[in-house]
């Protein structure tokens, strides 16, 4: 997020046809819907598909390099972590130098102290970097050069100097680990494109394969994006880089007192419309709960009217084929074409103007509102600031919703804490209007697609979400989750101790088998047989899996080999539901 505002003396004009130079067509993934949050315990409750790094709790330099060499990952672990187990896409900005790092580590006016300044010494840039990408190599997928370099609380160097950097961080991501991609330095605001020239002028462009900027256009109509765009495009034809992707790395409607929240989803809308059908490979929204800039959910209201706007429109867009740019007509009249993955004709529709009378065109026979309302088309509609959604007669609007269900951990020992994540819960053709979380110990959570709660007893407990759309058709997600009592084994030589299941229980799901070995000579390793035959076999004294048994009544037998080849088990009898 920038800190030091442009002031803009700049006529735009809003209607502009097609964008400059752009007239291709292409698919919507998951990934295109990028997100930021503040911190791990925020993690946003709608669909996206991208996560950036940036001001999220010590994840940029000076908060993983605290002296030189000195490395503390775990801040950025653990979002690392989240985002694996989300099956998210990571994104990792460079930028926040190190004070002890800094060129001039006590400049004035840089959001960190000496942040802004050049490293002093290349090689512990390069030392950083390749200590960071081997650290995370396979988990962080994109690294972008550096945030904001236009603006001089995050830059007060060079383009030449960023270039340096950028040449040597690219060679090294590139090193170790050869599938990463690689974003350039990301300038701020409607005058972008001059920055980019300044850098590719300076010989930057070998150093990244995508051109990222951050697409803010304060105090304007979104639709001023489309003039950013096409000086940018403009630009890199001028230098010969027209190839290379152009990724929005950072936008919002900035300031939350800036546009009233009536105001705040269909600016939403429109801009992640418009940057979706003008080429824009992937955007991330800044942020989920960062307050008073873009602010999609608080802890105290929940998600806002725009969270819901993100919401439908990754439901409208994700998989669709764009057909190309949006087009505007002279009366202030924007239409968005797409095909959905099943060939179906739909288009996005609004007027900047506000409320007019549009005839589609005949194919098209339904609509459905940013807020999920649904309506027959029967002529003439109509529309406004506010885009909605038309679609032809194969687009049905009678599915049931899709529950989707992430439950993480699925298994512990003692008191565990788990966190059940229903967020890529949609409804294909209306909205989700209830939902809930059963962890099944009589624990239910109402109203919420992300939650957490503690199990202090054992036991395999299922994880069920419920969600029900505005049509009244429901779908369910089911998850195990086991939880094992502490296992203390016994001193006695040799012997075998279960911990769980326990002899005679009788219950649902899966089973979750927990205990060990002791002995005098060593164990070389354990086994289970259900019913006499042995299923599962590790090497050491210790055992604690999941088992798919069928129902019915089962013995189950721990047993193990010491080092001098002699056998030792134990058995209990379980029946499954």
Request: hydrophobic share 35%; net charge negative; proline share 6%.
């Amino acid at each position: 997020m920038f800190v030091v505002k442009r002031v803009l003396a700049l006529s735009l004009l809003i209607s502009m046809g097609t964008i400059a130079g752009y007239a291709q067509s292409q698919q919507i993934p998951p990934q295109f819907f990028g997100m930021h949050s503040s911190y791990t315990g925020h993690w946003p409750g709608v669909p996206f598909g991208a996560i950036r790094m940036w001001d999220n709790g010590g994840t940029a330099w000076n908060g993983l390099e605290t002296s030189r060499g000195n490395y503390n990952f775990t801040n950025l672990d653990k979002w690392l972590s989240l985002a694996q187990s989300h099956n998210i896409d990571v994104l990792y900005t460079f930028g926040k130098v190190p004070q002890w790092a800094s060129s001039q580590p006590y400049a004035t006016g840089c959001a960190t102290p000496g942040g802004c300044a050049p490293p002093a010494n290349i090689t512990d840039w390069d030392n950083f970097v390749r200590a960071l990408v081997t650290h995370a190599a396979g988990r962080i997928k994109y690294y972008e050069l550096w945030n904001e370099p236009n603006a001089p609380n995050w830059w007060i160097g060079t383009p030449q100097q960023l270039v340096t950097l950028s040449q040597h961080a690219y060679q090294i991501i590139k090193s170790v680990d050869p599938s990463a991609i690689v974003l350039s330095p990301a300038p701020q605001g409607t005058y972008s494109f001059q920055w980019i020239d300044m850098l590719l002028t300076a010989g930057g462009g070998p150093y990244f394969d995508v051109i990222s900027y951050h697409g803010y256009v304060q105090h304007l109509q979104p639709e001023a994006e489309l003039l950013s765009l096409s000086r940018l495009r403009s630009t890199m034809a001028a230098h010969g880089v027209s190839n290379k992707p152009i990724w929005d790395t950072e936008v919002s409607w900035d300031d939350d007192s800036w546009y009233p929240v009536s105001i705040q989803p269909q600016f939403l809308a429109r801009l992640t419309v418009l940057s979706a059908f003008s080429g824009v490979q992937h955007l991330f929204w800044y942020g989920w709960d960062y307050t008073p800039h873009g602010e999609l959910w608080d802890p105290t209201n929940g998600i806002h009217p725009s969270g819901l706007a993100w919401a439908q429109v990754y439901k409208w867009l994700v998989n669709n084929k764009t057909s190309g740019p949006c087009v505007s007509d002279s009366n202030g009249t924007y239409t968005c074409s797409m095909t959905t993955s099943a060939a179906v004709p739909e288009m996005i529709v609004w007027n900047v103007n506000g409320n007019t009378s549009y005839l589609p065109p005949a194919v098209y026979t339904s609509y459905q509102t940013l807020t999920g309302g649904t309506g027959a088309i029967n002529g003439s509609i109509t529309i406004g600031v506010v885009p909605m959604l038309l679609a032809a007669s194969g687009s049905s609007k009678s599915q049931p919703p899709v529950a989707a269900l992430s439950v993480s951990p699925t298994s512990g020992t003692g008191t565990v804490t788990v966190t059940a994540d229903g967020s890529k819960s949609y409804d294909p053709d209306g909205n989700i209007v209830s939902e809930n979380i059963n962890f099944g110990d009589g624990t239910v959570i109402s109203g919420k697609l992300l939650a957490s709660h503690t199990y202090t007893t054992a036991g395999t407990r299922n994880v069920t979400l419920t969600v029900i759309d505005n049509a009244g058709l429901s779908a369910q997600a089911v998850k195990s989750v086991a939880i094992g009592t502490s296992c203390t084994l016994s001193t006695v030589s040799p012997s075998v101790t279960i911990c769980s299941p326990l002899n005679g229980s009788s219950y649902s799901g899966s089973t979750h088998v927990v205990g060990g070995a002791t002995s005098s000579v060593g164990v070389a390793f354990i086994q289970i047989a259900v019913d006499y035959k042995v299923i599962y076999q590790v090497n050491g004294n210790r055992v604690d899996t999941l088992l798919n048994l069928a129902p019915g009544t089962h013995r189950l037998t721990v047993q193990f080999s010491d080092k001098l080849g002699h056998f030792t088990g134990k058995a209990i009898y379980v029946t499954v539901q």
